[in-house]
């Protein structure tokens, strides 16, 4: 009996406790999991400690502590793998990827990030069987339809780069519409990236800057980086380089996503698949960002 | 109201042990998760070293040809401790890297290139031998900086530019269709640049990010952080090459 008690108040000291006391210092439901992931949390801030030591031995200068990033960008991977894991179809996961992108659309722009990019469908995507990418191309309406109230309502402002010539013209038009009903919101912008590639954005800047040229608007010997800068499908953005990339799922590459404007940009690989991305995950990935030193590729 | 004041005094001296009992729970967690950090920090190391000694069977071959070109992005901090760059290239001569592109955004690494080219044995240019021609016993080094970034991409970008002016017909002022990715490559190679596409990109330094590697060669390329390169692992080295010759990717199909 009094084995049981002492067990019983173990059990209360090591876990219930701390647990609630988690709970109440994040305003997270008390869960295991929400523990969990707290304390992989303190760890990786601790793996960043060691880093950030290590910095002010060798160059004894003061670091530069970032807050927020302004444009958060995301590759939304996993949606294939998180159906497969479940026994479902892949249209299902691609329908919880997108009810994911929603939820952390009101996720980011609530904790205060400006501009969120999400790399909905890749040029290199058409080449996926054909029912998927009509599938994709139905959720893609889908959602613009229904999403549009929200984005009036909490002024989101959207804008759609990419290659337009192969999207569907039922969706096109959803997209002109959407993209005209929020062009005069401002603060919060959240660009979806369809039939979208690094290359095929730089070579549309030259492209532009060659037709601009042929107009006498521009000299050739004019042309320099910032003048391809302007060219590129971001400069629909205020914040056109993303300070934070998350590729979801594990793989550890920008597969075609803002080769250009990610010179200096974060990147953060976490192995959760785009689906269960939540909340808790979004957290972690933005403490990380705040963890990091950025110098831009200058000594500071 | 005589009853009010002990009770209120009372609470607020249980909130405040309460408070006082929940801050040393707080600490002992903080205990708890570094020690549980120093913990795996040693396991790593252990790990790293058991790998460097052959111990660890799964290391000990790896299929070093799906590693066709390798690319080593290194902070400018680092990038002023040569030593250690020469260390690391030994160690992918060792390994049996045969081609490797080193980049530090201020061209650093550009300038000592004929020191590493001495200090590192095997090695040669790869802008010399050309990736076809290079000899199994020998490394290819490529020296890359930001200038081989959007500097480069400007200069082929304003070489189509010309090409397209010249090509506009005066009837229709259509001009030729030059804004293609194998018209892009050709200009690059034009202005000096290599358009190979690495399969792997090792990050060492502070930031998680590419710092500038030439965009343009960077679609497919695995990213991976390695940490500082002051106190790099060749078993961390061996693991990243390994993990990446286990990768499959599926190019967005």
Request: hydrophobic fraction near 40%; proline fraction near 6%.
């Given at each position: 009996m009094v084995s049981l008690f002492s067990v019983v108040l173990t059990f209360i000291a090591i876990i219930l406790i701390p647990g609630l006391f988690i709970s109440r210092r994040l305003?997270?439901?008390?869960?295991i999991r929400n523990i969990l992931r707290f304390i992989k949390l303190a760890a990786s801030q601790n793996d960043d400690e060691e880093e950030r030591n290590e910095k002010r031995g060798t160059m004894g200068e003061k670091e530069k502590r970032g807050g927020l990033p302004k444009h958060v960008a995301i590759i939304l991977d996993g949606n294939r793998r998180w159906a497969q894991k479940r026994g479902v179809g892949t249209s299902d996961g691609h329908k919880a990827g997108a009810r994911r992108v929603i939820e952390n659309a009101k996720d980011c722009f609530a904790m205060g990030i400006n501009t969120v990019s999400l790399?909905?469908?890749?040029?290199?995507?058409?080449?996926?069987p054909e029912d998927e990418v009509n599938g994709l191309m139905s959720l893609f309406e889908e959602n613009f339809r229904s999403e549009l109230p929200f984005f009036q309502r909490d002024k989101i402002k959207i804008s759609v780069i990419g290659n337009r010539t192969k999207i569907p013209q039922s969706l096109l038009g959803l997209i002109r519409e959407t993209e005209e009903a929020t062009?005069?919101?401002?603060?919060k912008h959240l660009i979806l990236a369809i039939d979208y590639s690094g290359k095929f954005d730089i070579l549309q800047a030259c492209k532009s800057l060659a037709e601009k040229a042929k107009n006498g608007v521009i000299q050739v010997e004019d042309i320099d980086e910032s003048v391809i800068d302007k060219e590129l499908m971001t400069n629909c953005s205020e914040f056109p380089n993303p300070d934070l990339l998350i590729r979801t799922s594990g793989e550890q590459r920008i597969s075609n996503f803002f080769l250009w404007q990610s010179a200096y940009t974060e990147l953060y690989f976490p192995n959760v698949l785009w689906p269960d991305f939540g909340e808790a995950e979004y957290l972690q990935a933005l403490t990380w960002y705040q963890q990091r030193l950025r110098r831009f590729g200058r000594r500071v | 109201m005589d009853f009010n004041d002990p009770m209120l005094a009372l609470s607020s001296w249980i909130g405040q042990i309460g408070d006082f009992g929940l801050d040393l729970v707080w600490r002992f967690i903080h205990i708890v998760v570094t020690l549980w950090h120093i913990v795996s920090g040693i396991f790593e190391s252990v790990e790293s070293y058991a790998i460097s000694l052959g111990l660890i069977q799964k290391y000990s071959s790896i299929d070093i040809e799906k590693l066709k070109c390798l690319a080593v992005v290194v902070d400018i901090e680092a990038a002023r401790d040569v030593s250690k760059v020469i260390e690391l290239l030994q160690w992918l001569t060792t390994i049996g890297v045969k081609q490797v592109g080193l980049f530090d955004s201020q061209g650093l690494l550009k300038k000592s290139k004929d020191m590493i080219l001495e200090m590192v044995p095997r090695s040669v240019l790869l802008q010399e031998t050309g990736e076809k021609h290079i000899s199994p016993d020998r490394i290819a080094l490529e020296f890359i900086s930001s200038s081989d970034n959007k500097e480069a991409v400007v200069k082929a970008a304003n070489i189509l530019l010309e090409k397209y002016l010249k090509s506009i017909h005066p009837e229709n002022g259509v001009g030729e269709n030059v804004f293609t990715e194998s018209h892009l490559n050709e200009a690059l190679r034009v202005v000096g640049e290599s358009v190979h596409v690495p399969d792997l990109l090792l990050v060492y330094g502070p930031?998680?990010?590419?710092?500038?590697?030439?965009?343009?060669?960077?679609?497919?390329t695995e990213i991976v952080h390695m940490g500082s390169l002051k106190y790099m692992r060749y078993g961390s080295l061996l693991k990243a090459i390994h993990k990446f010759t286990g990768v499959r990717q599926n190019y967005g199909v």
């Open positions: 305003s997270v439901p008390f869960s790399f909905a469908f890749s040029t290199e995507n058409w080449a996926r062009k005069s919101y401002e603060g | 930031v998680r990010s590419h710092l500038g590697f030439p965009a343009w060669r960077l679609r497919y």
